[in-house]
């Protein structure tokens, strides 16, 4: 008997463990504790996959597979997902193991060991479920010192005639950014995410995880992320209906109380396995072929799923392990308490805080430019900026996460991803958003006890960071303006950031 192993991120009947599954094969999934717990991932998100992989379970059942399903508080579960797979060769007799490539290097590299630990043969399969392999993305890279994503998202629209004439891009442009950095009118208008209620499989899981993982950070209700395959098609055409139109004009925007905003919401289940990257694309193209959303949208979408998730996902994986110890701007200060409290005067970090709490979902600016730009400017140790982002995003894997956090927010790779750090004073945070105007700082104010904590640590960050970032050809202006200031304008930002570190210090977390 041949065991297949499905993971909780390979949530798709044609996942190439399944492929050519035959109903006298053992299917094996399983809820392990090392998985849930090495970090402690928000309650939401163990809530969300543990659902989620209770109900593909059941499809396959439905569908005449012989499916063995561990669940969490088995008292025979061994909490890890060799010992599950080895439990079972063991009381069954497999003679073969079966299993999809994991997309986290920790987990693929147990893997490898499995064939020599369990004396059986594993096959380990490539995942296909992206639109470019490891060794393609590879060989686009070879030989480049940089690897620029809008290059490879070019790349990517030909090989998958994407938003493609025979003449070039539709529109006569690759990248539409320019046109999707609208700030918010008072007077928006924002439709509201996808719900389903809640069914008796998952009111079991949230009844577990309230039980086994009350200390994880988060909440569980409400809960109303999609947790079946047609519920998530669902999803993806609610926005597609509702909210792309407006995707590209405000995808950068941030509204208080708005933690929605017109963003799809779909990369847990695209991430898990739910849905599909081209078949994402295909609605969201078809949207702008029939009228009913603009090119700015629609190309905006595309080069999220088609560019960037395809990119990270190779720079990942050419990278590792290496790239999870990067630290080249060698930062080193702790992750403050308030980023699981919520409990800071800042407005801004208050806000995407609470609603990651809330959601386990904050939007592409709200970690990167608010969150992810307060951990550059401030110093965060990088390892621990890493494993809060890994825990607390629903859609979040390692793969998905390291080079986000690591080299788009961080610049901890130097500069293998971005061309130069994203630090930002409380200036743009005003102009991409209405959290200033309720903040008990003033982002035009520069020191004092009153000035916002962004506008003095940007400057900090930059002069802390001189001697790696100043041959830097895109920060010229900046150590220009550095340069340019009085002794005594200096003085008063480095007495303004000791102040402001002071304050946070006994809520650092240890």
Known sequence: MKLRLVLGDQLSHTISSLRDATKEDMILMCEVRQEATYVKHHKKKIVFLFSAMRHF??????????????KYDDPANTGSIRGEVGRLAD?????????????????????????????????????????????????WAEGRKQFRM??????????????????????????YDESNRKSPPKDLTVPDTFHIDIDDITQD???????????????????????TRDAALQALDLFVYARLRLFGDYQDAMVQNEPWMFHSHIGLYLNCGLLAPLECIARAEAAYHDGSAPLNAVEGFIRQILGWREYVRGIYWIKMPDYKAMNFLE?????????????????CMRQCITETKQNAYAHHIQRLMVLGNFALIAGLDP?????WYLLVYADAYEWVELPNVSGMILFADGGIMGSKPYAASGTYINKMSNYCGSCSYKHTVKNGP???????????????????????PRMGFMYQSLDRMTDEKRHEIQVDTDRFFKEIAPHEKS
């Open 150 to 175: 809008e290059y490879f998202y070019r790349e990517m629209r030909k090989k998958h005639a994407i938003l493609m004439t025979d003449d070039g891009p539709i529109g006569g442009q690759w990248n």
């Open 331 to 347: 930062a080193k200060r702790a992750l403050p308490e308030f980023y699981w409290t919520a409990d800071t005067k800042m407005n």
């Open 383 to 387: 390892d621990q900026v890493n494993d």
């Open 450 to 472: 009153k000035a916002c904590p962004f506008n003095y640590l940007y400057w900090d960050f930059i002069d802390r960071n001189a001697d790696k970032l100043r041959g830097n």
């Open 91 to 139: 009381q069954r007799g497999i003679s073969e193991i079966i299993v999809t490539a994991a997309n986290e290097y920790r987990v693929l590299e147990d893997m490898k060991q499995w064939a020599n630990a369990l004396t059986l043969p594993v096959a380990i399969r490539p995942d296909d479920r992206f639109l470019c392999s490891t060794e393609e993305f590879a060989a």
């Open 205 to 227: 899981v949230i009844d577990l995880v309230s039980q086994h993982f009350s200390d994880h950070f988060g909440d569980i209700a409400p809960f109303h992320f999609a947790v």
């Open 57 to 70: 379970a059941a499809s396959l059942s439905t569908k005449g597979f012989n499916v063995h399903y561990v």
